[in-house]
């Protein structure tokens, strides 16, 4: 029995090395897939940060442009309302 003990106690110990080693390899891993996850998304904002910065002056090109239609088309109801209210006093 004290050999069949001893082979047990052997044949453990390698299963736990073997167990120890997979489990090193796994933690490893998960630290390069986080370090890779984290990298990714600061590449993504980054980038959409960066494309924002460079295309923020068209941005404000547009919104100056649309507000000046804005004005436009309020103006031109204001001398339509105008106009009409010639037109009522004739």
């Not at 370090?35 to 404000?60: C, D, H, Q, R, S």
Request: proline fraction near 1%; charge should be negative; aromatic fraction near 14%.
């Amino acid at each position: 029995m004290d050999q069949e003990v001893k082979h047990l106690l052997e044949e453990n110990l390698e299963l736990e090395k073997e167990n120890n080693q997979l489990l090193r390899t796994v933690v490893k891993k998960m630290y390069w897939q986080t370090v890779l996850t984290v990298m990714k998304w600061v590449f993504v904002l980054a980038i959409t940060f960066g494309a924002f910065y460079f295309i923020e002056p068209f941005l404000n090109q547009l919104y100056s442009i649309y507000g000046g239609v804005g004005q436009s088309a309020t103006q031109a109801t204001q001398k339509a309302s105008e106009f009409r209210d010639l037109l009522k006093n004739l």
